[in-house]
């Protein structure tokens, strides 16, 4: 019960009562897996919310791993990422976020130093205030003065 088991061993611990088999767990590192059978909903919900671990299973031991549509993978110790099908192609894919503004134009008010017009210019854009912006551009709509939270 030292290192972590990849292979036909099964270790059986006993408890006084099935629920401290959460506190088992607790004072452990986190586990790749925890197969629990049980038929109480009410231990389940505990093993979910009051343990960590890269999956859990509930009265089966292997139908996680044979659903590709599931993902597989640790936490912690136990390693990191998810593994299986689709998510194995995620995790070892790198998404590159490109983000591209146009020259095309470009708005004076975003720039320091800032008075309360271009505050409130700032503040309507922000908020996608279309109509704000052309009131405020024409002077229909005054600046707040000394607001300065968007």
């Known amino acids: 019960m030292t290192e972590e088991i990849f292979g036909p061993l099964l270790p059986i611990i ?8 959460i506190e088992f767990i607790k004072l452990r590192p986190k586990p790749l897996a925890i197969y629990a059978f049980t038929k ?10 009051e343990t960590s671990s890269g999956s859990v299973t509930m009265n ?12 597989f993978g640790g936490v912690g110790e136990s390693g990191i990422g998810r593994y299986h099908g689709k998510f194995s192609f995620d995790t070892f894919s790198h998404e590159k976020t490109v983000v591209r503004r146009s020259f095309f134009t470009d708005f ?14 700032f503040r309507v854009a922000y908020n996608y205030d279309y109509l ?12 707040k003065k000394n607001s300065y939270s968007i």
């Open 14 to 21: 006993t408890l006084e009562k099935i629920e401290d088999s």
């Open 40 to 49: 109480s909903k009410t231990l389940e919900r505990r093993i979910i919310s």
């Open 60 to 71: 089966d031991a292997i139908i996680q791993y044979a659903a590709d549509a599931v993902p």
């Open 108 to 121: 004076w008010f975003r720039y320091p130093p800032w008075n309360d017009h271009q505050l409130q210019l």
């Open 132 to 143: 704000g912006i052309a009131l405020v551009m024409l002077g229909l709509k005054r600046a």
